[in-house]
């Protein structure tokens, strides 16, 4: 399955963001400069701000607000009465059409909203493309599956999985942790 150019930059893009705001939010919320690097990170920041980064990125890496990159953009209809809005937008140069990018934080127990989002998705007018971008911060050594296995678990079905991809960070508890993510192609029934 080929995947357009705007999602192969996007991996990139996400990855700069989430690194961004992890340090920024380490450096936030330490008490001292010594405490930096022991201190939560992306953990703590809020989604609608790992939105934001990403749109900021993006632009900053040659996408245009409302020609390549959409923010809060409304789904297509035939009729304009459809008032749902993707978190974010992307088309490559030559296309007609955006393809709409939820992102969601997958924290216990999220299941239901990723499911929701999929949902939502899987509603846009045949020719409409949706994605989910999905992240997490995990222990380190936690024992439990991955955040690639378990969307493969619970929602291969509906989407394709994309590799993950991770970083180190810490935990709300300021225990060693990853920052995984993936992003997801909806299948279209």
Known sequence: MAYPKWSKEFSEIAEWSLRVLDLKYRFL???????????????????????????????AKGYVLDETVGYEQQYPSADNTDRRRADLAFKDKNSAKFEYVEIKYYGYPDK????????KLKSLPKGAQGWLFVYRVN???????????LLQQNFSDQ????????????????????????LCRIKHN
């Open 29 to 59: 919320l330490c008490e001292s400069a010594a405490e930096i690097m022991s201190t939560r990170g992306i953990a703590a920041c809020l989604e609608q701000t790992v939105v934001l980064e990403m749109l900021e990125a993006a632009i």
């Open 112 to 119: 239901h909203k990723i499911q929701g989002d999929i949902t």
């Open 139 to 149: 222990k380190k050594m936690d024992s439990r599956s991955t955040l690639q296995e």
């Open 159 to 182: 989407m394709d999985i994309r590799p993950q991809r991770e970083f180190p960070t810490r935990t709300m508890r300021h225990e060693e942790g990853v920052c995984e993510f993936c």
